[in-house]
């Protein structure tokens, strides 16, 4: 009985850990997702305040915001 009891925890422990990670990974996704849109957005404003005729900030902006969030991933991922 008490060994039935001890199973379910730990398979609902495993479920909740799996579920953890889940989020964390996604949260990840979708936030190098939205440091990219700023990046492209924030150029594309630039872009336009200073007519170029190429998207230079457009592109500089999106490496540079892609980039320092990477940076800050790792970071994370290194210290847990």
């Known amino acids: 009985m008490k060994n039935r009891k001890e199973n379910q925890t730990d398979k609902r422990k495993n479920r909740t850990d799996k579920f953890r990670a889940f989020a964390t990974y996604s949260n990840i996704a979708f936030s190098l997702i ?3 849109l700023l990046g492209y957005f924030a150029g594309s404003l630039l872009d336009q305040y200073f007519a170029t005729t190429k998207p230079i900030w ?6 540079v915001f892609t980039l320092l969030y990477l940076t800050k991933v790792i970071l994370e991922l290194i210290r847990s």
């Open 58 to 63: 457009t592109g500089i902006f999106v490496a």
């Open 34 to 36: 939205g440091a990219g």
